[in-house]
């Protein structure tokens, strides 16, 4: 009989209740004040007008594979109520529920319709074709309260990009009329912004009688729960932006071009090149809505640095910060931003090169905290010299709590050249490929911008130390680069059958076991095993043994040679499981039950006897854009453990997240996912992330998409033209910081083309860049169907086509998932061609997915 780790009741059990006790006790830390005029936080709970499309059906998280299957979402409502809030727009609420009823109702007769004209899975037309809540109703009359709140939702979600239209990145005629309505006709309004990504704020800033506007997020089953507590000051938000919002989106350097705004979605030129978010911002003049770092809090602060010195290769100083305010508490994030000198190469304004956050400080008091980072962490890198450099010249360090509020604390002099590192440039960038910085107006801001940097350093240099830096005590990476050829293990036991249980004793060495094993059985445990009933035949559900986990690795070898199946479940705001399922008394499971948030088919009316239900309820943390605008890395580092007893709970190995591409624009649809514009940020949850889930005994992450994953639209198509600069800086950085701090079990690579190769099949990626530069010691897999030809489920290639499964193994992208008998065939073929790819290459691969295995080994 199956056994399954599933719950067999469906009744909360007490660690469902402990997770969601500490989600609603962290989460709200992550919520950004944008405008308080001091009407937060609220003095009292009495009546309240509350409109909106997320007022009542409030978003926990993005859809597709980010969604999590939680038991129930508490809305805004509902934590207004429980807080003891009286709602006195129910007739509003209802009628917009009776719209979204009937909305949904023609939305699945679409899909349903669509799916039999196509002959494609509905789940996978879903995708294609998200549903989309209808306009709230005008609002008419003003209710019996003094107080109004407006819930503004946006969701979005895999494989689509957002759109710069109403409704989505702008607000509906509808949306507006109905705000300027509440600030015209009650004593007090506010707006709640229920989006995981970035939106226009125009209007809302021109509002004159909105008394407050925050970014609630999206903080996952609990947000209803958070959010009053967050009014009512039971929590103290203390968010800071971790993107810049532009006043416009045409102020974004690649709003024109991007995705499909040029019609184009074959090719994404990336021209602004390192000038990504604030590094555009700040450089070029172009001033924002609300700049990276932006956060209000509910007190004041007061931040002084002193002691600035270099310790070895590092700098360090100390920044006393007092909360100046007299009535509440709060906590505040020290930012620290350098400018480089102007050199050979081109520099930003400003980088933030590190950031730490306070505890609780109460009205009055001061915490003094260690500032320390790499003076590495300040070079740029070099593609005419493949080396990562810090330049001769001073760097001025400012401490502030936002990018456009610092001030100076010091002055790093380079009293020559140094190089942090040298390497060797791995991304074939295109002589041709166009810059912003090579147009008139892009050498116009350059030059102000290094005038300006020149002056700023020059007028600081007055009143700030000078830290003269010691060269020889900052080292330079050198990594050891492997040439030739891998080679085939020689089995050295010929007459022994080696399991996996003699290399975890230490008997024999891991490639001992490779090595006796054949060219089908490489192949195989080289390709995930996707299921093939009628349930399973989607995307992200082929797990045989925990039901709605994404995928699972093969399981031949689990009795001869006690090789381990590894179970692998979506993520990064939590595990995507299939709640409910059914199965017979010998444990085969049942068809029928909820996929991706939706019902994918009714269980069968007559059920055989002795059917068994089981429930996997997990909790929905916060999306990883909520995520990180708390700042705060022991936050974030506590949510990964929640999600690491929960995978240890159901039986799960590899979280596939977190995900950590840059949000190079506000209009990618899995921005929520993603942490960031800021790649040191970036590194950083991710690394926090990941040393929460791994801090559980044989749990661990899968960080994605690896690597310039910024467009859902073709997805599995788009070549992304990026400099050597740019990934190395930008794209890559992330990554690298995940990597050396946390060593995360797995990376999954992403669909698209670098500069012309997949990132599935480019072996500088994966193994020089990952492995030899950076020390990843895990196992390499594909994003899913990235090797096959998806034209089945409407995503037909035009102008490039899928990865090449026998390149990815020769890359070293190790585990093609979730796997078909084709890519199998593909790979024994290649072995005994020995022409696209060798024995060797297959051992390679399985040697590092049972280097996992083994952790997971009890």
Same mark, same amino acid.
């Given at each position: ?185 009650? !004593? ?369 070898? !689990? ?213 030899? !530069? ?57 072995? !005994? ?26």
């Amino acid at each position: 009989m199956k056994e399954y780790r599933a719950n067999r009741t469906s009744e909360m059990t007490q660690s469902e209740l402990n997770h969601q006790k500490r989600v609603r006790e962290l989460a709200g830390e992550c919520m950004v004040i944008l405008e308080n005029d001091g009407v937060l936080p609220l003095k009292e709970n009495g009546k309240v007008a509350l409109y909106g499309n997320g007022a009542r059906h409030t978003i926990k998280g993005g859809t597709g594979s980010g969604d999590v299957n939680a038991r129930n979402v508490v809305t805004i409502e509902q934590g207004l109520k429980d807080a003891g809030f009286t709602v006195m727009t129910e007739n509003w609420l209802n009628a917009y529920d009776e719209q979204i009823r009937e909305e949904k109702a023609a939305h699945q007769k679409k899909i349903k319709k669509i799916a039999a004209e196509l002959h494609k899975p509905e789940i996978n037309v879903a995708f294609d074709y998200p549903y989309e809540d209808p306009d709230a109703p005008e609002i008419t009359e003003k209710e019996d309260a003094e107080l109004a709140i407006y819930v503004l939702s946006r969701n979005s979600g895999e494989g689509k990009d957002r759109y710069c239209r109403k409704g989505d990145y702008l607000l509906t005629d509808r949306e507006e009329a109905n705000i300027r309505f509440v600030t015209e006709h009650y !004593e007090k309004s506010m707006v709640l912004l229920n989006t995981g990504g970035i939106i226009d704020t125009a209007f809302l800033r021109g509002m004159d009688n909105l008394n407050a506007l925050v970014i609630i997020g999206q903080t996952g089953s609990e947000g209803g729960h958070i959010v009053a507590d967050v009014l009512t000051g039971k929590i103290i938000p203390s968010g800071k932006l971790t993107d810049t919002w532009a006043k416009s989106y045409a102020d974004y350097p690649s709003s024109a071009e991007y995705s499909h705004n040029n019609g184009n979605v074959n090719d994404e030129y990336y021209k602004e090149d390192i000038f990504v978010g604030y590094r555009y911002f700040d450089t070029f003049g172009v001033e924002p809505a609300y700049c990276f770092g932006y956060g209000r809090s509910y007190t004041t602060f007061e931040l002084k640095a002193d002691s600035v010195e270099q310790d070895g290769a590092y700098l360090r100083f100390w920044v006393d910060v007092k909360n100046t305010g007299s009535e509440y508490a709060g906590k505040e994030v020290v930012q620290v931003y350098a400018s480089a000198p102007e050199g050979q190469l081109e520099k930003p304004y400003q980088e933030l090169a590190a950031f730490q956050k306070t505890g609780l400080l109460q009205p009055g008091e001061n915490e003094f905290l260690m500032i320390r980072f790499p003076l590495a962490a300040l070079a740029s890198y070099s593609s005419e010299e493949a080396a990562w450099k810090l330049e001769a010249g001073d760097y001025l360090i400012r401490v502030g709590n936002s990018c456009a509020n610092t001030i100076p604390v010091a002055v790093v002099r380079m009293e020559q050249m140094k190089k942090t590192a040298q390497l060797k440039n791995l991304f074939d960038e295109e002589s041709d490929l166009p810059k912003l910085s090579d147009t008139e107006a892009g050498r116009e801001a350059l030059a102000q911008r290094n005038a300006r940097v020149k002056s700023e350093t020059e007028e600081a240099l007055e009143t700030v130390p000078v830290i003269t830096v010691d060269p020889q005590k900052i080292d330079c990476e050198e990594p050891e680069y492997h040439t030739g050829e891998r080679k085939v293990f020689e089995d050295h036991f010929a007459g022994r059958r080696l399991t996996m249980t003699d290399v975890k004793n230490g008997d024999v060495y891991l490639e001992d076991l490779v090595a006796q094993l054949s060219v089908e059985e490489l192949a195989n445990l080289c390709v995930g095993t996707e299921r093939l009933d009628d349930d399973a035949n989607v995307v992200g559900c082929a797990s045989d043994r925990v039901i709605g986990a994404a995928g699972e690795t093969w399981s031949g070898l !689990e009795e001869s040679r006690k090789i381990p199946v590894l179970i692998l479940a979506d993520g990064p705001a939590g595990l995507r499981l299939q709640p409910h399922f059914k199965t017979t008394a010998e444990g085969e499971k049942i068809s029928g039950g909820e996929i991706f948030g939706m019902s994918f088919r009714p269980f069968p009316e007559n059920l055989p006897e002795g059917t068994l239900d089981y429930y996997q309820y997990c909790t929905a943390i916060p999306i990883a854009s909520t995520l990180a605008q708390s700042w705060d890395m022991d936050l974030v580092r506590q949510m990964g453990e929640i999600v690491g007893e929960e995978m240890q709970q159901f039986g799960v190995h590899l979280w596939l997240a977190p995900g950590m591409n840059i949000h190079r624009n506000p209009l990618c649809g899995r921005n929520f996912e993603y942490y960031s514009e800021d790649p040191y940020l970036t590194g950083r949850c991710a690394a926090a992330d990941t040393l929460g889930v791994q801090s559980i005994d044989g749990q661990g992450t899968t960080i994605k998409h690896f690597a310039a994953n910024n467009q859902e639209d073709n997805r599995n198509y788009t070549n992304a033209h990026i400099s050597e600069r740019a990934l190395r800086e930008i794209y890559l950085r992330g990554f690298e910081i995940a990597v050396k701090e946390a060593h995360p079990y797995s990376i999954m690579t992403s669909y698209n083309l670098i500069n012309g190769i997949h990132s599935a099949n480019r072996h500088d990626m994966l193994q020089v860049a990952a492995r030899e !530069e950076w020390g990843f010691d895990g196992f390499v897999m594909t994003d899913w169907y990235a090797t096959q030809d998806t034209s089945i489920m409407g995503q037909a290639p035009d102008k490039y086509t899928w990865a090449s499964a026998k390149q990815a193994i020769h890359a070293g992208n190790d585990m093609l998932m979730p796997g078909c008998a084709l890519n199998v065939e593909d790979l024994i073929q290649g072995t !005994e061609e020995g022409t696209e790819m060798i024995l060797a290459d297959l051992q390679h691969c399985v040697k590092n997915i049972l280097s996992i295995g083994l952790r997971t080994m009890k």
